[in-house]
């Protein structure tokens, strides 16, 4: 099993910054690619961005040039930079890691982009 923890959203003026972060704990050495999503209420969950093992980065292109995504094996932590943040940001970003078996998620942490 692996758990999940997320931390870092909040309210942000359009054009802001946040950086999000994911804390892995349990059967942690089984985690390959980690990365976040995000949804918003009566939508399907979409891909943010993902970074592997190896440090390997996939994005979004609604994030592309303006968010990033690193990975610090050492402390379990995936970490979410988001710059020039705008409205249709707003959602829930969750956590995720996936093992060779199955995907977690963490709860989710809310970020809303408003003037």
């Known amino acids: 099993q692996v758990q999940l923890v997320e931390s870092g959203g909040g309210l942000v003026q359009p054009g802001g910054s946040l950086r999000l972060s994911c804390t892995a704990s349990?059967?942690?050495?089984?985690?390959?690619?980690m990365g976040w999503y995000r949804q918003v209420a009566g939508n399907e969950r979409e891909l943010v961005a993902t970074?592997?093992?190896?440090?390997?980065?996939n994005y979004a292109d609604s994030v592309k040039g303006r968010f990033t995504i690193s990975r610090d094996n050492a402390k379990n932590t995936v970490y979410l930079q988001m710059n020039s943040l705008k409205p249709e940001d707003t959602a829930a970003y969750y956590c995720?890691?996936?093992?060779?078996?199955?995907?977690?998620w963490g709860q989710g942490t809310q970020v809303t982009v408003s003037s």
């Open positions: 349990g059967s942690i050495f089984r985690i390959s690619t």
């Open positions: 970074v592997t093992t190896n440090g390997g980065t």
């Open positions: 995720n890691a996936r093992t060779a078996f199955r995907a977690y």
